[in-house]
């Protein structure tokens, strides 16, 4: 491990997975430091941000953790369990919520949000008898929808491999959150068709983070992987 420089965790949101960065970690990794990609369970946002909290609590060293989308919303909660090694968050076309809040209430807070219109329920009843929804976005909906700057081709197989998260997670209500305690970057997608720009720049001003504006899609980590990746890099060195 880089003693030099904190190691960097990212945490995907909803209809993504950890190979949404991958264009981000080549980048910091150019940049020296540790890398560590997180699996999100995408299934309540308590559970998921205690799966965080633990990832983090095993690494020695001071922390980055970077959030995308409903990720935001996880490292928030995560980062105010408990762990002490956590140095600066990082949002990128991500939630912030204030307790109470859900990814919900703050998407529809602002008009701009197509994200309900594309959406396909799926139930799912578990091992245990309990039933949860899973939501997809539908797959012919899903570049326009998610990745309107990304190639067709590339926006193809994303639709094919998002990773569904539970309506439960998205209408799940936040603790108590972090971004209140530590020093925050928020990089807001002004082409964003989930999170509306507007309700991203209202959570960044809130939260007094340093603000980037980027012209990309909501999958602003695919497309514009190096200008994410240069508001990290920025954040590490101000919290080293």
Known sequence: ???????????HGAFADSSSWNGVVDRLRSYGHTVVAAANPLRGLADDADYVRQLVASIEGPV???????GGSVISDAAAR?????????FVAAFLPDEGESAITLSGKFPGST???????????????RQ???LYIEQDKFHGQFAADVPAETAAVMAATQRPVTDAALAEGASAPAWKNLPSW????????????????FMAERAQATVVSVSASHAVSVSRPGDVARLIHEAAQASA
Do not use: C, F, W
Not at 64 to 70: A, K, M
Not at 115 to 129: I, K, Y
Not at 186 to 201: M, W, Y
């Open 1 to 11: 491990m880089n003693a030099q420089k904190p190691t960097v965790v990212l945490v």
């Open 64 to 70: 980055v953790l970077v959030g995308h989308s409903y």
């Open 82 to 90: 408990g762990v002490d090694n956590v140095r600066a968050l990082v």
């Open 115 to 129: 994200l309900g219109e594309a959406l396909r329920p799926v139930p799912v009843t578990l091992s245990d008898g």
């Open 132 to 134: 949860v929804t899973d």
């Open 186 to 201: 928020v990089l807001v997608a002004t082409e964003d068709r989930n999170i509306p720009p507007q309700a991203q720049t």
